[in-house]
């Protein structure tokens, strides 16, 4: 198993899923997937690149599904995308998978030049809404000092990350304007758009309420974030709710999202469509269960969750990536902690100190069904 550390996603995979496209579309233009559904992709800086979009079909007028940052590039791509792209119909309704701002990023652009709605899942529009606009810099906050520091990290790292989070403007990351209301997507509910019926499939982990839409006539999964087919999706606790389980969460979706049938197409918003979604759903499994495997095993000496980014991660990391791994760390610990595998203690030192509950650890099976571990864990 190889790891890499990426921009805003973490662990690179190796896999063997089949990938019927081997190249984006170009900027500004559009690709057909099936009659009625096509894919654009928008560029990104930093290594993932490229955001896939997609645009479905309805008798009046197109879907947007996602809508890429909110730098000017962006913008102007899709003017040409409305002027060449969609055979003279309008966008008569966006739906953003959830609050990044890759995601959102163009959302009020699209649905004020069209006047249509802006579709998401309640928790993710109130993210977003609460993030719009640069939000504050809770960086510099004392939550945020206090989650660092029981992490193990210096106050110089804290105003490192500080600084870090006010340059975001310039690296395009801000969080735009949100359109002022929304629908609501909830899971399970159905859209009719042109002959298809899609249904909308909530996962969580990665965002609080993500948004997949998933079509049972086409066999096609818009999958967002969701499901990545190389690279894993960032799963990370923030100071902003230090206390939070997102890997259950996510782990908890990803059994769920199992039932899909194989056969089906997935349509990720970063990389490549692939086939082969039960297969990449069980890597992804073992690939967190590995390294709840590695935690346990560097935790017989008891550590803090700094100590633990050279057990998970290989290269050395700036304070950005540094802050994703440390947030990656912490959630892993935190669903060992709710499996009762590791405990945790608050030092003298101000420090969380975690340590291994059980030494069997080595015959410890994961207690997800799907998949044991069959590499050694990625220990550096
Ligand atoms: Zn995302």
Redesign the pocket.
């Known amino acids: 198993m190889r790891t890499k550390l990426s921009y805003?996603h973490l662990m690179q995979y190796t896999t063997s899923l089949e990938y019927p496209w081997d190249n984006h579309p170009e900027p500004g233009s559009t690709r057909e997937i099936v009659p009625g559904v096509r894919w654009l992709s928008m560029p990104m800086p930093g290594s993932l690149a490229h955001i896939n979009l997609y645009l479905l079909e309805d008798e009046h007028g197109w879907w947007v599904i996602d809508t890429g940052l909110s730098m000017d590039s962006v913008n102007q791509w899709w003017q040409k995308i409305f002027d060449h792209e969609l055979n003279g119909q309008p966008v008569i309704g966006v739906i953003c998978t959830?609050f990044?701002p890759d995601?959102i990023g163009q959302a009020a652009m699209i649905t004020q030049h069209f006047k249509c709605p802006l579709y998401m899942t309640r928790s993710e529009y109130y993210q977003a809404r609460a993030f719009s606009g640069g939000g504050s810099n809770h960086h510099a906050s004392w939550l945020s000092k206090d989650f660092y520091t029981r992490a193990g990290m210096s106050p110089q790292y804290m105003d490192e990350l500080a600084e870090m989070w006010a340059s975001r403007n310039a690296d395009n990351m801000v969080m735009p304007e949100m359109p002022a209301g929304y629908e609501r997507l909830e899971d399970g509910q159905t859209l009719e758009i042109g002959a298809y019926q899609w249904q909308i499939v909530i996962g969580s982990g990665?965002?609080p309420e993500h948004a997949c839409l998933y079509c049972p006539a086409l066999k096609i999964m818009i999958s967002g974030?969701q499901i990545l087919p190389i690279i894993t999706?960032n799963v990370s606790v923030h100071p902003s709710e230090p206390n939070a389980n997102p890997l259950k969460d996510w782990m908890d979706s990803h059994n769920e999202l199992l039932t899909t049938p194989e056969d089906t197409l997935v349509l990720p918003a970063h990389n490549l469509p692939f086939y082969g979604i039960r297969q990449r759903l069980r890597e992804l499994i073992s690939h967190h269960e590995e390294r709840m495997l590695a935690i346990e095993q560097a935790c017989i000496e008891p550590k803090v969750a700094k100590d633990l980014l050279p057990v998970l991660f290989q290269r050395k990391l700036d304070s950005r990536q540094m802050m994703m791994a440390l947030g990656e760390a912490i959630a892993h610990l935190h669903l060992l902690m709710d499996r009762q595998r590791i405990q945790r203690t608050l030092g003298e030192d101000g420090c969380y100190h975690f340590s291994t509950v059980h030494s069997d650890f080595n015959q410890h099976s994961p207690t997800d069904t799907h998949s044991a571990p069959t590499q050694q864990p990625a220990i550096n």
């Open positions: 805003t959830h990044h995601h990665h965002s974030d999706s």
